[in-house]
C-alpha cells in the first residue's frame, strides 16, 4: 500500500528557527567592530592603523595595537564622511584599497532564505492535496478501493442468515477458484452477479466474503464516484477499473449502491446528454466487451431494483439476480450468535428469546441491537451482559431513547396510561393479535409519550382478514380508552390513526377484501418518482369507484373502534386499575395486566 507523508506545521517552524539560528550565528562569526568617525580619525593621529579598505560608504581596517574596545589585529568598521580620505591615509602613511561592497550573504538570509522556506510550505501543501484529490492527467482515473488478496479477511462464516444466497455464489466461488473446470465442458460463467435486498442486510459484506473465499483482488467503488461535474470523466472512469481489473483478473469488481449510476435512461433532466447516462452507456459497453474467460466477475448491490435500466438486467449483463432478504428468526439467532462472539455475556442469555423480540431486523440492527447492549452495561459498571440489557436495547432501537427527564402534567399522564392500557387490553382480548410484552409511560423518541410493546412469536408472511380487523382495533383501542374514561379525545392518537388507516385501505383496494368492491386490485401502479407521467390519472378507476373506497375505508374504521370501545366498556373496571398501576410504576408487564383481567 502506498504511504503518503504527512505535512505538519511543525516542520516549518523548525525550518524557520534553524534558518534564524544559522543566521545569528555566521553574522556573530563575522562580527565588525563598529566605531564612531571621529575614533577613527583619532585612531589615525596615533599611528595605530595599519590597513584600511574603503569602499563608497564605510571604511573598514585593522589597529596594531590594543585600544579601548579594540584588541590588537581586530577588525573595525565606520561611516565613511569624508570623501577625500586618501591624502590623510598617505600623510600617516596607512596602506590602503578601494572595495566594492558585496551584500551576498546579506541578500541570501533576508530574501532567498525566506523564500526557501516559502517554497517548502508551498511544497508540502500541494504533495497533501494531491494525496487527498486527483491532479488534472489522474481525473480519469478510477476511485476503487483495491483489496488483494491478502488484505481481506472476510469470509463466509463471518456473514450468517444469508444461506440461500450464500448457496447461490458458492459456484462463482468454484469458477474463481477453478475457471478451467467450466470452460473445458463450455460454460460460460455469469458476466454480472446482482444482490437484491433491503439496505442494512449484508449485500457489501456478502461480495467481500466471495473475494475472501476466492482469494483473489477486490475492486470496491460505489455508483455515485463515477459521476463528477466534468463531462465524460464517468465513462473513463469505468474504461480505467475494466482495464485495471483485466490486469489482476481473475478478480471481482464490486460496485455499491448501482442504482446511483444505472438509473432506467430517458427520464433525467437533460435526456441522453446527461453525464449519468453516458456512463451508464459506457458501463454496459464494457459488460458486453470483456471475456467472461478471463475471470472477471462483475458484482452490483441495490435495494432500489425496479429504477434500474432493463439494458442492465438483460442477459449477458447482470443476469443473475440473488436476493438478500430480511433474516428469519433462525437467521437473527445466527447473526447474532456472530455478534456476540466479542462481546462478554453472562450465562444464561436465551439468543432465542432475543430473536423473537427482533422480528423485521436486518444484521445491521442486530449488531446496533448488541452493541446497545454492551453499552448499557458497560455504563451500569456491569462486568458480563445480561438478559435486561439486551431487552432495553430492543426497546431504546425500536422506541427511542428514554426521556425520563421530560416533566409531564398528571391530566397528561393519565391519559397516556389509559391510552396506552386501551391498545394492551384490546390486543390481549382478540384472538390472533402479537402477545404484550411491555406497557410503559416512559417518553421516547421525538414524540412517543408511552408505548405498547407486542412481541410475535413467530415469524409471519401472510394474514388472515379477521387478523387484519383485530390489529385495526387494537391500534384504535387507545382513542376509544381516552373517550371512554374522559370523554373527550386527545392529539396522541395521531399515528395510530395513520397506521389503521394504510391498513384498511390496503384491505379495500389492494387485498380484495371488501364485499362491496369485491376481488378487484384498484391501487395505483408504483413506480420511481421520476418515471411517474404527471398528465397519467392516479387511479385506474372512476371517481365514483373512488368515492365507494372512502366510504368502505370510513366503515372498516368505525366498525374496528367499536369493536374496541366494546372491549374496553366491558373491561372498565380493569382498565382503571392497570392506568392506577402503570402510573404508580411507570413500566408493568404483559403478565401483569394478565393478572388483572384474570
Known sequence: MEKHQKFSLWYVLLGVWLVLIAQQYITSFMAVKVIPYSEFL????????????????????????????????????????????????????????????????????????????????????IRRMAGQQPGFMSLGKNKAKIYMENELNVRFDDVAGVDEAKQELVEVIEFLREPARFTELGGKMPKGVLLIGPPGTGKTLLAKAVAGESGVPFFSMSGS?????????????????????????????????????????????????????????????????????????????TNRPEILDPALLRPGRFDRHILV??????????????????????????????ANMTPGMVGADLANVVNEAALLAARRKKKKVGTAEFEEAVERIIGGLEKKNRVINRQEREIVAHHELGHAIVALMLPGTDPVQKISIIPRGIAALGYTMQVPTEDRFLMRKAELLNKIATLLGGRAAEEIVFGDVSTGAHNDLAKATDIARGMVTEYGMSSKLGHVYMAPEKRAPFMENPFQAKGEYSEATAQLIDIEVRSIIEEQYGVASEILNDKKEVLSRGAALLLEKEKIDGEELKALLA
Open 42 to 125: 583619532k585612531l589615525l593621529r596615533e599611528n595605530r592603523v595599519t590597513e584600511v579598505a574603503i569602499t563608497a560608504n564605510r571604511i573598514q581596517g585593522k589597529v596594531s595595537t590594543d585600544v579601548d574596545g579594540l584588541i590588537k589585529g581586530e577588525t573595525f568598521r565606520t561611516l565613511r564622511v569624508d570623501p577625500e580620505i586618501s591624502s590623510l591615509l598617505e600623510q600617516y602613511k596607512v596602506e590602503f584599497k578601494g572595495e566594492i561592497e558585496s551584500t551576498f550573504l546579506k541578500d541570501l538570509f533576508s530574501w532567498i532564505a525566506p523564500m526557501l522556506v516559502f517554497v517548502g510550505i508551498w511544497y508540502f501543501l
Open 225 to 301: 464516484e463515477f459521476v463528477e461535474m466534468f463531462v465524460g470523466l464517468g465513462a473513463a472512469r469505468v474504461r480505467d477499473l475494466f482495464t485495471q481489473a483485466k490486469q489482476k483478473a481473475p478478480c471481482i469488481i464490486f460496485i455499491d449502491e448501482l442504482d446511483a449510476l444505472g438509473k432506467a435512461r430517458g427520464f433525467g433532466a437533460m435526456g441522453g446528454h446527461d453525464e449519468r447516462e453516458q456512463t451508464l452507456n459506457q458501463l454496459l459497453v464494457e459488460m458486453d466487451g470483456f471475456d467472461p474467460r478471463a475471470g472477471v466477475i462483475l458484482m452490483a448491490a
Open 325 to 354: 432478504d430480511r433474516p428469519d428468526k433462525k437467521g437473527r439467532e445466527a447473526i447474532l450468535r456472530v455478534h456476540l462472539k466479542g462481546v462478554v455475556t453472562e450465562q444464561d442469555i436465551d439468543i432465542e428469546k432475543i
